[in-house]
DNA sequence: GATGAATGAGTGTTCATTCAT
DNA sequence: GATGAATGAACACTCATTCAT
């Protein structure tokens, strides 16, 4: 009983230096995001942040499982409490965008500086999750064409594949500073866009 | 006469440092490439480099408008090379993304420690480089519609804009350390996206 | 009591630092007084260092405060150990000469490379010490008076700002970039002084 | 002929030189005083500068010799011009404040960084100083007695060296690592400087 | 005579990491 | 468990000086 309290107290504070870290890295990026930041942020010393992690490369990889965790936890959430294929894919479209924005380009940084074992750590990570997306987009292409909403020319396989990869890319090319306004925009052109891969933009003849 | 000759090897050691620079920043990062990491590799001292150079920073923005140019020159000349609507369109797709994959991430991480000077010269690039492609893909569009080949439901500028943004995205979570593997998979999907966008998803009737 | 012994330890390393600081800048000036040097004659990294105090520039007014502390602590001490106005007022100029023959030249130098927020802290340090030895010269002057010793041709305020400012060897808080001003105050004060010189200050009798 | 005309064009240049040296140097010490910053002045190329001087502080020991030249120039012309003891007196106490308050500190600054053969020389430029200022007090209180407005109850020769040496603020021509001697002589010195100020150096009558 | 180009040696400062307590 | 204190290694940047032309 006692262990498992003291077990769960350690965990909470290791999820509460997980949760700094997210939050610092996000912010400065994997280089500039100091371990000195994270401990202020989770109101520990320095030293203590060392007896939880190994490393920053270890405590990175944990931040950013976590950023996923919360990424799916949310798209899933979502796209359940929708109705109709057209729904759903919208949805599944557009919460990822603000996940991707704001971590994935840290992802990328922090890859220059990190030893082998945490990128194949990394990679394995990756993998998860682009099996999980893969499975909720499959799930939705499946009810589509059960609605015979979608059309079947393509490949269930490929075609999951290719949304979620292209899922996976954002319009980096923007102030970090103002990330509000470019939400907004991509936001909006997302209607355009999805409207793009729902019909198409050649004429038929 | 030697005058010229003189602007000419200074330019040319200019544009070596600016190589390697753009090379260094492209494998290790903003943060992460240092500069005596590029001196060695441009093979001069370190305060060689600050003749030519003011500093990081400066060194960094030459860096990003020199792998500017190579995008621009390289997506221009090929697109020239080939004919009709469709081939055109999917080479104004295809080639950016490893230019996209090499630079934007990093492009992104800069910023977070960039003082504003630079980052106000960024924006300008930037908006540079955007507004060659909208009208790269403009135009394009236009001998689309000539040829009868692109429906015309869709405006033109939102389309270009739209189609340009997501040009600009990238299938970022990938070892940077793999990257020939990386970008065979992404041309491969791109056929498969290409497709996607040009005739939709939806059943017509 | 434990708290108390650790901070003891922890100020008595500061002072450590704040010792070494003071001789080498005593030494070698203010821009030739390596932190390196500063953290071998302290027998510290040089990391350490800065864990002590933000910047060369803190610690620098920390050497200054130092120095201004052993100054008064010395002089004041010498003063109330003699007897009578003419002992006490050779004690009173001879004691200076070596603290301003040992500190004023560096921190003229320093001057020229400080940032605003330091160059006030400075001003006010000095104030401090400019109002503290007013002090001691008016208490003297006002003993001669009662001793019947000093002539009453002088103000004392008078007095003992010039002979205060002159003992201070020039007027040095001020910009650099404003010497007119200084200049015209010293040039004034002169004439007192130059009184002083040629008539004396002492009754005669 | 044409010898001494390009001798006499390589003496201006050198002159130049040496006064944007003394300006800058004046202007930022001694060692924030660049090198660069003074060819800029010039308005010649770095290199050029090392074609008529062999180093920093060779350059420096000239703007020193320039310094020492405008000053007794000045001074020289100044008490010249006026008559009577007092008047004199007057001049030649206040003038030399401006030189001191703005060199003085420089050359002690410099002191520090200077190798052996430089500061043998520079003993030998403030002995010369000492000896001409010394010969224009001396002079000076001959007059006085003359004059009868000076008191005999100093002897001549300490006085002009002890209003020499105060003039010159501290006596600066020393080792700094023989500070002791220095010391005990100033304050042997000091006695006669406060018998002076106490009873001031004019005759009552 | 003049200098553009080049650099070695050094500076202040940062930061992930360790260790004694 | 927790941390204050300590540091080595690295970094961007500066500057007096040199050398080929």
Not at 1 to 6: D, L, P
Not at 120 to 126: G, S
Not at 168 to 197: F, G, P, S, T, Y
Request: charged fraction near 30%.
């Amino acid at each position: 009983m006692e262990e498992i309290s003291t077990n769960d107290t350690l965990e909470r504070k290791k999820a509460m230096i997980i949760k700094a870290a997210m939050e610092v890295f996000a912010q400065n990026g994997y280089a500039k995001g100091s371990i000195g930041d994270i401990a202020a942020k989770a109101e520990i010393g320095k030293a203590t942040l060392y007896y939880y992690f190994d490393s920053k490369e270890a405590l990175f990889m944990e931040a950013v499982k976590l950023a996923y965790q919360l990424f799916f936890e949310n798209i899933e959430k979502q796209v359940a409490s929708l109705v109709g294929f057209e729904a759903r894919f919208r949805a599944l479209v557009r919460i990822p965008i603000r996940y991707i924005y704001e971590h994935v380009p840290i992802l990328f940084e922090a890859r220059n500086s990190f030893p082998e074992a945490y990128l194949a750590e990394l990679e394995t990570l990756q993998e998860y999750g682009r099996q999980r997306m893969r499975n909720n987009i499959h799930r939705l292409f499946q009810e589509g064409l059960a609605e015979k909403k979608v059309d079947d020319r393509f490949s269930f396989e490929a075609l999951s594949n290719v949304v979620h990869d292209w899922m996976m890319m954002a319009e980096l090319n923007c102030d970090l500073h103002e990330r509000q306004m470019i939400m907004q925009k991509l936001e909006k052109e997302q209607d355009l866009l999805i409207d793009l891969v729902l019909y198409g933009i050649l004429k038929r003849g």
